[in-house]
């Protein structure tokens, strides 16, 4: 996969030193490409949203250069970031019990609770400035002939309980809220409030 190098030039019209250059990494997701300057923001983003959970902090920020290496960084030999995605994994997946895959498409601002046994789905899409909770899964589903389905996907703001399942192609809308130990196995519209096992969307009137 060849990557983009922005030009030389600055906007400002001074020229830029190698190091200040923004390589840009394509992202298969459909998310906007990674930049180096995009990457730092995504991180503080990250850790500010974070902020008294150290352990969310460096997982994000684990994360976060995992994805970009994943995508694909031509500065860095492929083997070292081969090395580095598998470091993430045993960091976040063994040791810290959070398992996040490095291709995930997320949004800045990711809120982690209480991070423990939460997985998603690699290929599970999740919006800017959620929230997960301990115990998350975002999962498919796989047919009886062997086949599997999309994952879920969660847009902005969307805030999940304890012990939530979100199983197969599933869309959760923005600013959508998910009571703790609920199944979500059918679409959630945005600002609603779902709950029980299967989940039910609450009527308005009993959401407040």
Same mark, same amino acid.
């Given at each position: 996969?060849?990557?983009? $190098?922005?030009?030389?030039?600055? +906007?400002? =019209?001074?020229?830029?030193?190698?190091?200040? *250059? +923004?390589?840009?990494?394509?992202?298969? %997701?459909?998310?906007?490409?990674?930049?180096?300057?995009?990457?730092?923001?995504?991180?503080?983003?990250?850790? %500010?949203? #974070? *902020?008294?959970?150290?352990?969310?902090?460096?997982?994000?920020? @684990?994360?976060?250069? %995992?994805? /970009?290496?994943?995508?694909?960084?031509?500065?860095?030999?492929?083997? $070292?970031?081969?090395?580095?995605?598998?470091?993430?994994?045993?960091? &976040?997946?063994?040791?810290?019990?959070?398992?996040?895959?490095?291709?995930?498409?997320? =949004?800045?601002?990711?809120?982690?609770? /209480?991070?423990?046994?939460?997985?998603? #789905?690699?290929?599970?899409?999740? =919006?800017?400035?959620?929230?997960?909770? @301990?115990?998350?899964?975002?999962? #498919?589903? $796989?047919?009886?002939?062997? @086949?599997?389905?999309?994952?879920?996907?969660?847009?902005? +703001?969307?805030?999940? =309980?304890?012990?939530?399942?979100?199983?197969?192609?599933?869309?959760?809308?923005? *600013?959508?809220?998910?009571?703790?130990?609920?199944?979500?196995?059918?679409?959630?519209?945005?600002?609603?409030?779902?709950?029980? #096992?299967?989940?039910?969307?609450?009527?308005?009137? +009993? @959401? &407040?």
């Amino acid at each position: 996969m060849m990557n983009d $190098v922005h030009p030389e030039a600055a +906007d400002d =019209g001074r020229r830029r030193r190698p190091e200040e *250059r +923004d390589v840009t990494v394509s992202d298969p %997701a459909g998310v906007a490409p990674c930049t180096d300057r995009s990457l730092r923001s995504v991180v503080l983003q990250d850790w %500010a949203a #974070n *902020r008294g959970s150290t352990k969310s902090q460096v997982v994000m920020a @684990a994360f976060r250069l %995992a994805h /970009h290496w994943d995508q694909g960084d031509s500065r860095v030999p492929g083997p $070292v970031r081969k090395l580095g995605v598998l470091g993430y994994k045993v960091l &976040t997946t063994w040791v810290l019990g959070v398992e996040i895959p490095p291709e995930t498409s997320i =949004g800045p601002g990711l809120v982690l609770k /209480h991070p423990q046994a939460i997985v998603v #789905n690699g290929q599970s899409r999740i =919006g800017a400035r959620c929230m997960l909770r @301990a115990c998350t899964t975002l999962g #498919n589903l $796989v047919e009886r002939d062997g @086949a599997e389905t999309a994952s879920p996907v969660l847009g902005d +703001d969307v805030e999940l =309980g304890v012990g939530v399942i979100v199983i197969g192609p599933i869309h959760v809308g923005d *600013r959508a809220r998910i009571g703790a130990g609920a199944v979500v196995i059918t679409d959630v519209p945005a600002g609603a409030v779902a709950v029980g #096992n299967p989940a039910r969307v609450l009527p308005a009137a +009993d @959401a &407040t």
